[in-house]
Every structure is written in C-alpha cells, then in structure tokens.
C-alpha cells in the first residue's frame, strides 16, 4: 500500500507561483502513475495534470504552459510546479496514484489529504 502526503500550498497574489509536493511512503513513485487534480468550492473535482510510470505528461489545456509536473525518485516524491496562477487557479489541490495515466479520478487507487492554494487578484 502507498500513502501520499500533499504540501506547498498558501495563498498567492495572481501572477506568483507555487510548488506543491506529493510525497510517497510505502513505494517508489516509479510504480504508479501520479495525478494532480484540484476541486473548488461548488465544483466538481476536476484533471490538473498527470506523470506515467515512464515520464510520459498530460496536462489541462487551462493550465498548459503554467504548470509542470516532474518527479524525483531520490526523494520519492512528485511535484507541480505552478506559475503565473491566476484567481480560477483556487481549490484544494490533491494528488493521487494509480497503475494508469489518464484524467478520471475513479481511475486512481489512492489519494492525499489535499492542501489549499488561494490566489488573489
């Protein structure tokens, strides 16, 4: 069983950035596919962007050219990098792990708590 730990989250001014960390206890990140997804309030949670095992990505066309997700094995853990948030970019970010890439969250085996990122215009 794998456990993931979210941080980096805060509030931003529109225009900053962020790095939110998802680190991983009880495998490597390399066994799984690792998802970032974000949820509003009101909404549903919605695909941010995804690594294969392989370091193949996806990204949402809203967050294309914004936002990186990269992995480091040495410290079994998995980052998005954020940049040039905008306000649409508030939610409670989570990331999850799964045997597939792809963009559904039923597809993702296990989940973080989530952290909070807030930017403000």
């Known amino acids: 069983q794998v456990r993931l730990v979210e941080s980096g989250g805060g509030w931003v001014q529109a225009g900053g950035s962020l790095r939110l960390s998802c680190a991983y206890s009880g495998r490597p990140t390399s066994n799984y596919a690792t998802g970032w997804f974000r949820q509003a309030p009101g909404k549903a949670r919605e695909f941010v962007t995804t690594?294969?095992?392989?370091?193949?990505?996806d990204y949402a066309a809203s967050v294309k050219g914004r936002f990186t997700i990269s992995r480091d094995p040495a410290r079994n853990t998995v980052y998005l990098q954020m940049d040039n948030l905008k306000p649409e970019d508030t939610a409670v970010y989570y990331c999850a792990a799964g045997y597939y890439h792809n963009r559904i969250p039923g597809q993702y085996e296990y989940w973080g708590q989530g952290t909070q990122v807030t930017v403000s215009s």
């Open positions: 690594i294969s095992q392989s370091d193949y990505t």
